[in-house]
């Protein structure tokens, strides 16, 4: 689960994490009475969306499809460029390396107090599953796209890995301040801050907070100019907060409808669709699935729970995307049973109006069973034992392959 900057700014504050003040706002005169409202007369106009590069982007008119502005995230010197930059980010839709060329809608701005940069750094907190640790990342090369620093400088990044259960050690304090060359008081308070960072990054759940830039100021103090968190959804059960920060306009309407129903569903480029429970079971669908040269349309986990509602909701989630040409589906049996899969199948199948190749592999609990149900049916499918078989299989049938 992602949040927007001004949220992720609030949960710093709350932390004791160093940022300037701000105002949210969601339309052109809440900005101009924040900028009112701020003591500094130097303000950044931010767009708020679920993506990186925002400074970078660009912004277009969803009527026209015309450019009205170039960055997201702009510097005001007064109150006239609050009005002109808010209206122009505003109800258009803003394009960045991470959002794809559709953009997204940007219906939330943050005024921003200037700040007095000295310099600026990089600083990442992300989860290290092989090192089951939690991975600190910082540079001196801040407000740079980092995979451009790891590509060009790899040198100019310094990590550090802690162990959720002891806690961020004084020596990797001190050893991560002086790999930025920091000293006195900027020394001082970073070393404050990574402490307060690695503490709520475990107690919040978070899977990732990155801050870029990390300013220091000209006073010596470290502030947060930038904040883009997520959390781990796994614990979202441990944070009944978390959805009041949650945007469903940021998300994918079907995504939403998918994961109400129990379902973890990301929709792709391809076309081929993939209904499969595990979600190591389902990007290894979809690896062999390019392996036979096809390219899948979505990753859809139904999960060990899955039963004849949720199975319908899932062909009809999966048939939605006009794009897909023909269905796998690749189900290990362990509390599911596959007889009740092929059952579910049917039913949604007859239900729905199936239209394009389906092709089933079943293993585990009761899957010669399940073949024996879809077999004896009169829905047009394949049935096959292996995922190389099911997916050359439907890779052929929708006329793909090598």
């Known amino acids: 689960m992602n949040i927007h900057e001004y949220q992720g700014k609030a949960l710093f504050r709350e932390s004791g994490i160093a940022v300037q003040d701000g105002v949210h706002c969601t339309s052109v005169e809440q900005a101009l009475a924040a900028y009112d409202s701020l003591s500094s007369k130097v303000v950044a106009v931010k767009s708020q969306i679920h993506a990186g590069g925002r400074g970078k982007g660009s912004l277009y008119s969803p009527d026209t499809g015309e450019l009205v502005m170039e960055g997201g995230v702009k510097i005001a010197f007064s109150r006239k460029e609050v009005e002109n930059y808010a209206s122009n980010i505003l109800g258009h839709r803003l394009v960045t390396k991470q959002t794809g060329p559709a953009g997204k809608m940007v219906n939330n701005l943050y005024i921003e107090a200037g700040c007095a940069i000295a310099h600026e750094y990089y600083l990442a907190l992300l989860v290290d599953r092989e090192a089951d640790s939690v991975l600190i990342m910082v540079s001196t090369e801040g407000g740079m796209d980092i995979e451009e620093v790891a590509e060009n400088t790899p040198e100019a990044i310094h990590k550090a890995w802690v162990d959720p259960r002891e806690g961020l050690q004084d020596e990797q304090k001190d050893s991560l301040a002086d790999s930025l060359g920091l000293t006195g008081s900027a020394h001082d308070s970073f070393v404050e801050m990574i402490g307060q960072l690695e503490g709520m990054f475990v107690e919040r759940d978070c899977s990732m907070i990155e801050i870029n830039p990390l300013v220091r100021t000209e006073g010596g103090i470290m502030v947060a100019l930038d904040s883009k968190v997520s959390f781990d959804d796994n614990a979202s059960f441990r944070h009944p907060w978390r959805d009041e920060l949650r945007d469903l306009s940021e998300e994918e309407e079907v995504e939403v409808r998918a994961n109400q129903s129990g379902l973890s ?38 999960g060990g729970g899955a039963n004849k509602e949720s199975i319908t909701t899932a062909f009809g989630i999966i048939l939605e995307d006009p794009n897909v040409e023909g269905i796998l589906v690749n189900i290990f049996g362990g509390i599911i049973r596959c007889d009740m899969v092929a059952r579910s199948i049917i039913n949604a199948s007859r239900e729905i109006g199936l239209e394009v190749p389906l092709v089933v592999r079943f293993s585990g609990t009761n899957h010669k069973e399940g073949k024996e149900v879809l077999e004896s049916s009169d829905l047009a499918v394949i049935t096959t034992s292996t995922l190389a078989e099911g997916a050359e299989a439907i890779v052929g049938a929708i006329g793909g392959g090598n």
Do not use: H, Q, R
């Open 265 to 302: 569903y990301v929709k792709l480029d391809g076309n081929i669709g993939c209904l499969v429970n595990g979600a190591g079971l389902a990007m290894a669908s979809m690896d062999v699935i390019k392996l036979y040269g096809g390219e899948p349309a979505n990753f859809l986990d139904i």
